[in-house]
């Protein structure tokens, strides 16, 4: 049996990524979340724990693993700091998505990766979606998490825009709220999708065309 078709789900921050993964998952697709990748490295790895900990001190140490909290004092606003600890953990993220989905037993493996395009990683991926948002629907559910704006534009200023995002990926999937809405347009990739892998046609071919 060839691999699973694998997917990358990129947007800007509170766009409604994950929760669009979420119901390719309830299709039957496996999937993962880079973030959820970088949180059980900072609590789990050793490596990735000692490593961090050898570029910014003990003072990031926690209970567990790394402090987040901590850490992410220690980038905020300091972009060279932010650039070496995107070195340390981008790779190590990279490869632990890489092996689950090589042995993904899944027709379709979907990957959250906030960042795709802005590390330059949207090539590893058969089929590229972008979830996109009316900024001021973003705005709102960035409240809702309790993300202040200060906090918020300081994650958005290092990514792409929704509409760049959109420009470059495969599949466009339009958030403005709808459940309904956003489960029917996951219900239509997870076809087109399946279909293409059986009969071997080309997903990008055709979602361009």
């Not at 509170?14 to 669009?20: D, P, W």
């Not at 058969?126 to 809702?144: C, H």
């Not at 958005?156 to 709808?178: F, I, M, P, S, Y």
């Not at 029917?184 to 361009?208: H, M």
């Amino acid at each position: 049996m060839k691999g699973p078709v694998t997917i990358a789900v990129t947007g800007p921050f509170a766009s409604g990524k994950s929760t669009f993964v979420q119901l390719l998952g309830e299709l039957g697709a496996e999937t993962v979340s880079a973030d959820e990748v970088v949180h059980d490295l900072l609590s789990d790895d050793e490596k990735t724990i000692a490593r961090i900990t050898e570029r910014f001190g003990d003072e990031v140490r926690g209970e567990r693993g790394i402090d987040r909290r901590a850490l992410g004092r220690e980038v905020f606003g300091d972009a060279k700091a932010l650039r070496d600890l995107e070195e340390i953990l981008h790779p190590r993220v990279r490869r632990e998505v890489s092996r689950r989905a090589a042995s993904s037993n899944c027709e379709v493996f979907v990957a959250e990766i906030p960042l795709l395009f802005e590390v330059g990683q949207e090539d590893a991926y058969d089929l590229t979606v972008a979830v996109v948002t009316p900024a001021e629907r973003r705005k709102e559910w960035s409240g809702e998490r309790g993300v202040e704006e200060q906090q918020r534009r300081a994650i958005e200023v290092r990514q792409l825009t929704g509409e760049e995002k959109a420009q470059r990926a495969d599949v466009v999937v339009q958030n403005d709220g709808d459940i309904n809405r956003l489960r029917e347009q996951a219900g239509d990739l997870w076809e087109t999708v399946l279909r293409e892998r059986r009969t071997g046609g080309d997903l990008r071919e055709q979602e361009e065309s």
